[in-house]
């Protein structure tokens, strides 16, 4: 039939009015499908949007994490730099033991057996913690520093102001420094040198003061960064 209408010439006006017919139902066809897959694009992209932010978050939980280490390792650095500050001592006999809590109070599991004597001093990490008060044979008894029975230390403090060390029952402290002195928060404190005990071993440092202003003498907590109950090994000086 269509050979007819083209005989005729109508072919083309027969064409165009079936395509005017069937593009409305193209352009709603195309709406419809735009319509079906939006809610799936829009979904795609919602989903690759929270593996990003999912990603983001990941990797911002590993930088915590690494800036984490960093200040711990930062903040150990600076402690093992103080207890390490101390280079000038001189060669000695030195005894290595394990702590001992017992009933009868602090102790090192090494006695006359090893060659331990009453007034050796004890040391955690090149740091001066006690003295041996008494002897047995495979054991020996410690009075550490914070101890009320501990033998007072004179000592130095980084400026040269001088004190003594001991303990009140709960804590280390120097003491007898002069009103007129002020050494600073964390200046290093060592041994002066006096019987049984070398010169320059470290003790401390300097912390918060403890006397009033009208006090006739100075009074310091000292930090130690080391605590005797704590360590797996100590050292016992000869």
Not at 154 to 160: I, P, S, W
Request: charged content about 25%; hydrophobic content about 40%.
């Amino acid at each position: 039939m269509l050979i007819v209408f083209e005989v005729f010439g109508l072919a083309g006006v027969i064409t165009s009015f079936f395509s005017s017919l069937t593009k409305p139902l193209q352009v709603i066809s195309n709406n419809l499908v735009d319509k079906i897959e939006a809610p799936f694009i829009l979904i795609k992209k919602s989903i690759n949007s929270a593996k990003k932010v999912q990603m983001m978050e990941y990797r911002y939980s590993e930088v915590l994490a690494q800036l984490s280490d960093i200040d711990e390792l930062r903040d150990e650095n600076r402690e093992l730099r103080k207890l390490l500050e101390n280079s000038d001592r001189q060669a000695r006999t030195v005894i290595i033991s394990a702590p001992v809590v017992s009933h009868v109070g602090p102790s090192i599991g090494a006695g006359s057996n090893e060659g331990v004597e009453v007034g050796d001093l004890i040391f955690v990490a090149q740091t001066l913690v006690g003295r041996v008060s008494e002897v047995n044979d495979s054991y020996s008894r410690v009075n550490l520093a914070y101890q009320k029975d501990f033998e007072p230390l004179v000592v130095l403090t980084k400026e040269g102001y001088k004190g003594i060390v001991k303990g009140d029952g709960k804590r280390v402290i120097l003491t007898e420094v002069l009103p007129e002195e002020m050494p600073a928060l964390e200046s290093r404190i060592v041994t002066v040198g006096q019987v049984g005990v070398d010169q320059g071993l470290f003790v401390g440092q300097v912390g918060k003061t403890l006397s009033l202003s009208s006090d006739p003498i100075q009074t310091f907590l000292v930090t130690q960064y080391v605590d005797f109950y704590q360590a797996n090994v100590v050292e016992i000086y000869k």
